[in-house]
């Protein structure tokens, strides 16, 4: 008999910006930046020399610009096929797109976006604190639409901070894990409600996001999936190690995990921190090509074509990459015109 037959962990891969996913996930980028003071026109209060501004990723002194050239981020890009869901830890993210819809989130918040049939959005970091620093740590989860949803109307759904469970224990010996719940149903809790066309939104999908924040020492037990389908990562991008199982698991690490039985992580050799992605596949041919995921190589083709006669309904501000200023705090104006407005700092 194979000695290793209850091994819980499959696989493991190391972990760099954009960390492999698999079916229904199309790939995780990690963002963690320690940005400096911001000056007045909300961007970094320090000389940009030595950057190639436009595309800067060599993350010189712990940061980058990306795509912007006076505030960080990602100016005006489109997407078409799939979602983008963003969690973001610490920051802000200024967000504006072709529909008309606008928001500034972040510090615990979530936005989901479904791009469906074609949306053109910006995403820009502004440094909102003179006095430094403006640190920025967030996820971006690309989750993939199957066929007869890749060309649905946009959609964005705010998750606020507020309103994304989060369960916490204490041990007997005062060890604490915190498990916050973006989406799938978990130890009696049910986060928001993920947009309608979601591959997360199909009961069937058995499909999960979740964070656990672990002390030195401490356990969760992750409950089996629902599908025997259904394939768990655990990605471990804070601290030294977790035990899935008995396993060791060391920090900057993804781990393929067995989902078919309960599995308990224990941080070990200090505390820890790990994204849990859950789901099961959609099991459809991938045709992918920078911002457009589609099934066919002539679906990507169309993309193209028609984003170049019609803009995915042109942009509608004056700047490929619109912030709201210094003081503005959470907020969200969704295309029908709808407001939501949030303290500027998340309630925790």
Known sequence: MDENVDDPVLQQVPLGPQWPTVDPFLFCAHHLDRYPAGDDRLGPAVPLHGRQIGSD????????????????GFPQHPHRGFETVTFV??????????LGATARFG???????TAGGGVVHSEMFPLTNPDGPNDLQLFQIWLNLPAEDKLVDPYFTMLWAEDIPRVVRTDAEGRTVELTVIAGDTEGVTPPAPPPSSWASRPESDLAIWHLALDDGASWELPPAAGADTIRTIYVFEGRGVSIGGHGVDGDTGALVRCDRPVALTAERGSAEVLVLQGRPIGEPVARYGPFVMNTEDQLSQAFEDYRATGFGGWPWDVDAPHHGPTKGRFARHADGRVEERSPSAAR
Do not use: C, T
Not at 57 to 72: C, R
Not at 89 to 98: E, M, V
């Open 57 to 72: 990723f060599a993350g010189i002194d712990g940061w980058n610009m990306y795509h912007g050239d006076v505030v960080p």
């Open 107 to 113: 510090r615990g918040d979530v936005q989901w976006l």
């Open 89 to 98: 830890r610490r920051g802000l993210i200024d967000h504006a797109d072709s």
